[in-house]
């Protein structure tokens, strides 16, 4: 009876081993203005990931570490911790007022991911050529930073409908800290 307890202890521990995998690790980085300014309260989020050997059909977006963000301090400075070793990371960098910034291909083993820089965002003149909504969670609470993706849209003229990338509509959205987009 002691010998099959046994068993399953190390059956356990070889488990535990082979599914935490990786080394993890930290990834620093500095977010300024177009100016070179340190830019505080910054949103700096995993946004997709890929290994950094070999392929993978899964989903860029679709990895664990996707998701974990950071806010950069006053002098601009973020750190996001325990990633995985094995992916490069793609990171976007948002603010209220500024447009997002992608950091491509960023491999914390390598040091610290490129200065994002963040451009103020021009002011919108025609409100008719603007979507706004709110996102909230279940108990009905403003959700900042959700990620917010057109699809497409419809129109009230014949031939009225797009799908994919379209020209003057920004590929993405960030909320801010009422839910706000």
């Given amino acids: 009876m002691w ?3 046994i068993l399953v202890v ?3 521990t070889v488990a535990n081993a082979v599914s935490s995998g990786a080394d993890l690790v930290t990834l620093t980085g ?3 203005g177009v100016t070179s300014r340190p830019l505080g309260n910054v949103s700096v989020i995993v946004y ?3 290994v950094r050997k070999g392929y993978s059909t899964f989903c860029p977006s679709c990895y664990g570490d996707c998701g974990k963000r950071a806010t950069t301090d006053a002098n601009g400075t973020y750190i996001i911790k325990n990633l995985n070793s094995d992916f490069w990371f793609e990171l976007l960098a948002v603010r209220d007022g500024y447009a997002p910034a992608l950091i491509k291909r960023v491999e914390p083993l390598k040091g610290p991911a490129a200065t994002a820089v963040l451009a103020v965002r021009s002011a919108v003149i025609d409100p008719t050529r603007m979507v706004r909504g709110r996102v909230v969670d279940a108990r009905g609470s403003p959700v900042r930073d959700a ?3 057109p699809q497409g849209i419809a129109a009230l003229h014949p031939g009225g409908a797009w799908y994919g990338e379209l020209e003057g509509l920004d590929p993405l959205a960030v909320t801010n800290g009422q839910g706000f987009r």
């Fill in 3 to 5: 010998k099959r307890g």
């Fill in 10 to 12: 190390v059956l356990l």
């Fill in 30 to 32: 500095k977010v300024t």
């Fill in 48 to 50: 997709h990931a890929g």
């Fill in 147 to 149: 990620i917010v993706e």
